[in-house]
């Protein structure tokens, strides 16, 4: 398009205005009354939908993370270990998971489970590593690596 003068060229606004409100108005579209209809009133409602939904994200993630921690604490309490013991031997084992794995791990495959805390417990002791946040009165079972892992697994393949 041609404009012969610069007063022309001001006022064709049109294009960009139309599809500048129509990205707002898709965003609105699910809201009710004015909000949805009145563009003035749907940019502030959308602007604070965005933000929250910024917002919502970072908390989703923090969420996650205090789901994970808090399904480990209860699996380690179970076997009578602490979650610092837990990710210091896997560490000191070589055994590199996150806490999204090993809250799976505890939820859905329990022996799993049991079998790693297991095998933390006890290379913290060939280590010699005290861990003094370890609880005086034992709430779960007393862990022992051969008795975890090794008999029932050899009993079941000599069947």
């Known amino acids: 398009m041609v404009f012969l003068t610069v007063a022309n060229w001001v006022r064709s606004r049109g294009p960009d205005e139309f599809w500048r409100k129509r990205r ?50 209860a699996a380690c309490e179970q076997h009578n270990i602490t979650q610092y013991t837990l990710k210091e031997g896997l560490d000191r084992a070589n055994i590199m998971l996150d806490r999204k794995s090993l809250s799976d791990l505890a939820c859905w495959e329990p022996r799993t489970f049991e079998c790693l805390a297991a095998v933390a417990k006890e290379k913290l002791e060939l280590d010699g590593v005290v861990d003094g946040a370890d609880k005086k009165y034992p709430t779960g079972v007393d862990l022992k690596l051969k008795d975890v892992m090794l008999e029932a697994w050899l009993k079941e393949k000599k069947q």
């Open 24 to 73: 707002i108005f898709r965003l609105a579209a699910h809201y009710v009354g004015r909000r949805r209809n009145c563009y003035t009133i749907a940019v502030r409602n959308v602007h604070r939908a965005l933000v929250y939904a910024t917002k919502a994200r970072k908390l989703k993630k923090q969420d996650m993370i205090d789901l994970w921690t808090t399904r480990i604490g």
